[in-house]
């Protein structure tokens, strides 16, 4: 029997071994065996587990470099309002105060106009980036000065002092065990 090579137009003989005449060859169409397609799951696995952690991590790093950014960014306008206002923003009011316009009073305007000329000082309040929350908790006492670490929520604000931080609980750490609710 003739077969054509598919790859070079050459033909070369195979025995036939449908009757008796020695061990059967045939032509392959170049699949995979079993034991390669193994081969190749075990080499995949084996980098998916090398890759994931690496990647797990820098998601981590990234988070805590968004934390403290969005926390500098803050803090930095709570202090423009303190200038501009002579005071902190109201707890009440923080999330307005700091995305609208205010008079020096501080009363919010959804439009500037001739008495509410101060700010916006944010865009928009930004979610702590761990947990998703835009949500603002407050505390209205000078000796309060961090988060109780009691709830995974958004942030902590004080406006006797005007200390801003991530309000989480103490379990959030970074890699050398300072904890994301002291940042």
């Keep these: 029997m003739l077969v054509e090579d598919a790859l ?3 033909g070369e003989a195979i025995p036939d071994a449908g009757k008796g005449q020695g061990p ?20 995949l696995g084996i980098l998916a587990g090398i890759a994931i952690p690496q990647i797990a991590g820098m998601t ?3 988070r805590e470099t968004n934390l403290k950014e969005n926390l ?15 005071a902190f923003p109201d707890s009440d009011q ?5 995305t609208r316009y205010t008079d020096f009073q501080g009363e919010v305007a959804e439009v500037e106009d001739d008495d509410h000329r101060y700010g916006p000082y944010l865009e928009q309040m930004p979610p702590n980036p761990v947990t998703g929350d835009a949500a603002v908790r407050t505390a209205d006492q000078a000796d309060q000065h961090h988060p109780p670490g009691d709830a ?17 609980t ?14």
Excluded: P
């Design 152 to 168: 995974d929520a958004g942030w902590w604000y004080n406006e006797v002092t005007g200390e801003f931080y991530a309000d989480l």
């Design 8 to 10: 070079s137009g050459r």
């Design 24 to 43: 059967s060859m045939r032509c392959t169409a170049g699949a995979f065996t079993l034991v390669e397609i193994l081969i190749v799951v075990i080499i």
């Design 94 to 98: 923080f999330a307005d105060q700091m």
């Design 60 to 62: 981590r790093s990234a």
């Design 72 to 86: 500098s960014k803050i803090r930095a306008q709570i202090q423009v309002y303190r200038n501009q206002h002579d």
């Design 170 to 183: 103490d379990q959030h750490v970074d890699q050398d065990g300072n904890r994301y609710n002291r940042f």
